[in-house]
């Protein structure tokens, strides 16, 4: 699905040998984006064409997280909570290449309930498109848990948290699309 959502646009046009196509993906998220892209590269090149991908993936990581660490670098350069394990500031991989898309994703935990978007998904957009103004942002969508997951199982569960797979799927389904209408970007429903 993912590779299918993603048109192979070449980033340094096709090899006049063979046709090959490259494709520049930065990817802000979680292990849902992790998960996502694990085969992509074998795709994309079982296709005859060429993925340059750089994964920014914080297990667990919100929208929220990933803003916050933009703004701590923004604010102080060499502040440690502002960069990733690998000692890089978001600011700093924006303009490691020249991306043709960036896709950002909510934690799962959180992807159903809109609120948890809102105003981080916007200022990464914006932020993104300050730093990486020829990428397309795209709206990568997380999916609902097993059926089996024990947060379906709790007796009490939490005010406003889903009691089915279902539930979670419209929720954050809806969380999503209505993400995606507001700040007019593609969205993955992976």
Same mark, same amino acid.
């Given at each position: 699905?993912?590779?299918?959502?993603?048109p192979v646009?070449a980033?340094d046009?096709? @090899? !006049?040998?063979?046709?090959?196509?490259?494709v520049?993906?930065l990817t802000?998220?979680n292990s #849902?984006s992790k998960?996502?892209t694990? #085969?992509?590269? @074998?795709?994309v090149? &079982? &296709? =005859?064409h060429? *993925?340059?991908?750089?994964?920014? /993936? +914080?297990?667990?990581?919100?929208?929220?997280?990933?803003? $916050?660490?933009?703004?701590?670098?923004?604010?102080?350069?060499?502040? !440690?909570? =502002?960069?990733?394990?690998n =000692?890089?500031? *978001?600011?700093?991989?924006?303009?490691?290449d020249?991306?043709? #898309? +960036?896709?950002?994703q $909510?934690?799962?935990?959180?992807?159903?309930? /809109?609120?948890?978007?809102r105003p981080f998904? &916007?200022?990464?957009?914006?932020?993104?498109? $300050?730093h990486?103004?020829g990428a397309? /942002?795209?709206?990568h $969508?997380?999916w609902?848990?097993?059926?089996d997951?024990?947060? #379906?199982?709790t @007796?009490? !569960?939490?005010?406003?948290?889903?009691?089915?797979?279902?539930?979670?799927?419209r =929720?954050?389904?809806?969380?999503?699309?209505s993400?995606a209408?507001?700040?007019?970007?593609?969205?993955? !429903? /992976?």
């Amino acid at each position: 699905l993912f590779c299918g959502s993603l048109p192979v646009m070449a980033a340094d046009g096709p @090899d !006049p040998k063979n046709g090959e196509k490259a494709v520049r993906l930065l990817t802000i998220g979680n292990s #849902f984006s992790k998960n996502t892209t694990r #085969f992509l590269p @074998d795709i994309v090149s &079982a &296709a =005859g064409h060429r *993925l340059i991908h750089t994964p920014i /993936v +914080v297990g667990g990581a919100s929208l929220e997280l990933h803003a $916050q660490k933009a703004q701590r670098h923004e604010s102080n350069p060499l502040d !440690p909570a =502002g960069l990733y394990a690998n =000692g890089t500031s *978001l600011k700093q991989e924006l303009g490691r290449d020249k991306w043709d #898309f +960036v896709t950002i994703q $909510q934690a799962s935990i959180k992807s159903h309930d /809109v609120t948890t978007f809102r105003p981080f998904a &916007a200022w990464l957009c914006d932020y993104i498109r $300050q730093h990486a103004p020829g990428a397309e /942002v795209l709206l990568h $969508q997380t999916w609902a848990y097993r059926c089996d997951d024990p947060r #379906f199982k709790t @007796d009490n !569960p939490k005010p406003g948290e889903p009691t089915t797979q279902a539930e979670m799927y419209r =929720g954050l389904r809806d969380a999503y699309g209505s993400i995606a209408k507001e700040l007019r970007l593609r969205q993955l !429903p /992976v």
